[in-house]
């Protein structure tokens, strides 16, 4: 060999070889596979946010963490373990962050993905809301001046619209419409 060969490495000892990272001696860092380059736009939205006193802890981590992962960051350039230190989290959260402001921008990087359905299922929809107000336009019980929030509550679960109802739920669902239980 003159030097300028590389040794030929059997097929069986190849794969055992590590190709994640390349050794610490070695004093080069390993290429990113998702480069964060900002606009000066997206920079001034997400320095905002990480100086907004007021804003959710994830929200304000993941924008500063896209600052320090930006290419063009005025004091060079952040590894994910050195942005991790920076800010209390782990590397593979600053990870996952450039990977999805790469995918959606700021707002799948920052935001919280809104819930397609609430958690619990709203016991007043509509049909039920509409025979709320007509009982409650109707007159009140025998022995009674006016409906009141438990009567229209047991009312509606004695006609067997729903299964089970609080009267406040029943509050909340006539303060939404302009029907009083007892004028």
Known sequence: MDGTEQPVVPAA?????????PPPSAGLARARKACVRLTGEQRAHLQAIADDGGTRRKRFVHARALLMADQEHPQGRYTDRQIGDALGVAAKTVARCRAAFLRGG????????????????????????ATLVAICCSPAPDG???WTMQLLADELVGRKVV??????????ALKKTSCSPGA
């Open 144 to 146: 009674r001046a006016r």
């Open 13 to 21: 000892a190849a794969s055992s070889f590590s190709t994640e990272s």
């Open 106 to 129: 700021i707002t799948v990087a920052v935001e919280r993905k809104p819930r397609a359905t609430p958690p619990v299922a709203p016991v007043i929809d509509g049909k039920v809301e």
């Open 163 to 172: 299964a089970t109802v609080c009267k406040e739920t029943v509050r909340k």
